[in-house]
């Protein structure tokens, strides 16, 4: 079962803004300029989703001189890819079980 945290990782992830910011982010580090000129995205629109990237404790940011850099920390799509390979082996296990009407 899903905890509430992972419920909410997932819906983070779900825009699919982020989702495009996350795997930009899982291939280098980068700062909101690159960001914005790689997603197309307006820089205050992409702040915000950066925001709740942050605060979901999926990326973390590097104060490099006027600009922040971001980068991926992939233990936490690690820690949420590992709840749906159990739910995944679950259901592999149990697939033939079902339980019987009343």
């Known amino acids: 079962m899903l905890t509430s945290v ?5 819906r983070v992830l779900a825009d ?3 989702l495009r910011v996350v795997t930009l982010l899982a291939r280098e580090t ?5 960001l914005v000129e790689e997603t197309g995205a307006r820089q205050t629109n992409l702040s ?3 925001k709740v990237l942050r605060e979901a ?3 973390e940011t590097e104060p ?5 850099y971001y980068r991926l920390r992939p233990e936490v799509i690690e820690a949420l890819a590992g709840q749906f390979a159990t739910l995944a082996a679950t259901a592999r296990a149990q697939g033939d079980t079902k339980r019987a009407c009343p």
């Open 6 to 10: 992972e419920t909410e990782l997932i």
């Open 16 to 18: 699919p803004l982020r």
């Open 30 to 34: 980068l700062c909101t300029t690159h």
């Open 48 to 50: 915000n989703h950066l």
């Open 57 to 59: 404790g999926v990326v």
């Open 64 to 68: 490099c001189g006027r600009f922040t």
